[in-house]
């Protein structure tokens, strides 16, 4: 389906009973089930924190994107273009190199900031990495961070939550309560919750400006994958 990208924000086919039902999935159910339970045994199964994580993320993708499926598109015979999975244009190409570089930035001069507080940028997520710092450990960091965990997240926090709220309340509520829950998601990793909140609003921008999660995607892919790289080798 080609997008229309002189984006008109229609209303959704979508009603409170959708999106509460997929906030509680998110925030409360699947947390509980699959980043808690399921990723203890697997922790204990595999005895590998960094392989237990990728199979949490490939689960995780599963069940979000099912669940969005069936809650939200299969009732209403909608297609993913309803949650943002459309072209959009080609000179947005070079918007998409220049929000890279800006959620880089952010992400450097935070870290400076955290490093000047007497913080640092350490997390069980790094300190995963950097333990099975190997050519597999590095591969699967980013196959996890750099393509599956952007693709599921776009779709559910911008497609299906931006959107529900832009059509809404408008765009500057619908920016600030997406990021937000796309903050929350990220707890108990709070010393990356300024940039989450902070890439939140960029990716966010990129759908507004285009209709498509698509452009989110790429920037969150890019910048996670070079966020991967620099935990290792930096």
């Known amino acids: ?38 990723y203890a045994l697997l922790e204990k199964w595999l005895g590998n924190a960094l392989y237990a994580g990728t199979l949490m993320g490939f689960v995780l993708s599963i069940v979000y994107m099912a669940s969005l499926y069936f809650i939200a598109l299969y009732p209403d015979k909608a297609g993913w273009s309803e949650v943002g ?51 597999l450990g590095i591969l699967i960091a980013v196959a996890v961070g750099g393509i599956i965990s952007p693709i599921y997240e776009e779709i559910l926090y911008r497609g299906f939550l931006y959107r529900w709220f832009r059509t809404r309340y408008g765009a500057g509520w619908a920016l600030f309560l997406s990021s937000s829950l796309f903050t929350i998601a990220h707890i108990p990793t709070y010393n990356t919750l300024p940039l989450n909140f902070a890439s939140g609003l960029i990716f966010a921008w990129t759908y507004e400006k285009t209709g498509s999660v698509i452009p989110g995607i790429i920037v969150h892919g890019l910048t996670n994958t070079v966020g991967v790289l620099l935990t290792v080798f930096a």
């Open 85 to 135: 999975l459309r072209s959009f244009p080609r000179k947005y190409w070079r918007d998409i190199l220049l929000w890279s570089v800006a959620v880089l930035a952010l992400g450097t001069v935070m870290l400076l900031l955290m490093t000047l507080l007497g913080g640092g940028y350490e997390n069980s997520k790094t300190e995963n990495l950097q333990t099975h710092a190997n050519v």
């Open 1 to 38: 389906m080609k997008a229309n990208h002189n984006q008109v924000w229609a209303k959704d086919p979508w009603s409170a009973k959708e999106l509460i039902i997929m906030v509680l999935l998110s925030f409360v159910l699947v947390p509980w089930l699959v980043e808690v339970k399921l």
